[in-house]
Every structure is written in C-alpha cells, then in structure tokens.
C-alpha cells in the first residue's frame, strides 16, 4: 500500500461494547498506541519508550469499558489499516452526564497531516451529539504540541491552563490544556 492509497477511502468504525473489538484489533490499537507514545506523543505513557507489554492492559481496561451510554471507541481506517483511533466517555455522575471527555486521540506519527485526526474528532462530535446525547466535550492536551491550534481549528477553545502540571523530565515541564467544545 502506499501513502497516497491511505488518502482514500476513510472508514470511521464505532464500537460500544468489548465482545465487538477483536483480538487484531487489540493488538491493532496498542501497536498504534506503541508507535504514538515512542514518537513523543501525549498519550498516557509519558516516558517513552513503551513497548506492546506495556499497553496492552491499558487497551484492555478501555475496551472492557465499553459501554453504548458511557464510553465508545471510534477508529479509522484507510484501506483496512488502523491510522487512528480515540475513545469518548461519559460520566453517569447526574450533575455531570450532558458531556463527555474524549480520551486517547492518536494518529499514527508516519501519517499525520492527511486529516485522518481532524475526521475522528469531527466524526466524535456527531457520534457524541446525536447517539450518546451529550451537548459538550472536554480534553485534556499536553501543552507545547501544537495541540491547541489542532483542536482550535477544529472549533474547540481552551477554558484552563494548568501551568507545569506535567514533568516529563528534569527542565520539562508542560501545561496541562483544558479545551471544551460546544454546542456539539
């Protein structure tokens, strides 16, 4: 397959329950999520590398949380390959059920810029708006990414700023952005 075959025919899979998402597909998102955490991305394993073992019970706690009203799983794929995936949860706290958390948003590094992101956080808005009955949608990113112009572009604004909340190393120390989306 080559680059430009990934470009064509974007296939976004939804799944809400864990006897939906097969053992490849398991295998499937921690190979992304590996790939995502050892490029230098914020993905829940801060101090790469990582490597299958690692991830592989953290994609089981997500996918044994699948749930239709409270935690959905979104993945694309361009021509049967996995290039991204991210997870949306709600919380059945009642003060706190009209919005959902999106968790997890990756792309694989060798295929970011071709929109692939961009059409699972549009995709999310619609999953989230119209089949959970949510009207807003937080995150969390790490400063010093780029990852607020993503999401900026994309109709988020950030609400918070948590300064030097996360040391990845000695001299390293990241924000914690706070964005929010809505209405949905």
């Not at 592989?56 to 044994?64: F, H, N, Q, S, T």
Request: charged share 25%.
């Amino acid at each position: 397959m080559t680059d430009s075959d990934l470009d064509l025919d974007l296939d976004i899979l939804q799944f809400t329950a864990p006897d939906q998402v097969t053992e490849r597909l398991r295998r499937e998102f921690a190979a992304c999520w590996v790939e995502v955490t050892n490029a230098g991305g914020a993905a829940g394993f801060p101090f790469p590398p990582v490597d299958e073992g690692e991830v592989a019970p953290a994609v089981d706690r997500i996918v044994g949380a699948l749930a239709p009203e409270t935690s959905r799983l979104l993945v694309a794929r361009a021509r049967g390959e996995l290039v991204g995936w991210l997870n949306v949860r709600r919380d059945p706290f009642e003060l706190t059920a009209h919005w959902g958390t999106l968790h997890h948003v990756q792309t694989r590094p060798t295929l970011r810029g071709r929109g692939f992101g961009a059409a699972l956080v549009n995709e999310v808005r619609s999953v989230a708006r119209d089949e959970m009955g949510l009207e807003q949608l937080h995150l969390a990113a790490r400063g010093g990414t780029g990852l607020e112009e993503f999401y900026g572009r994309l109709g988020w604004k950030e609400v918070g700023r948590w300064p030097g909340a996360l040391r990845l190393a000695p001299g390293d120390d990241r924000d914690e952005v706070l964005m929010f989306l809505a209405p949905l």
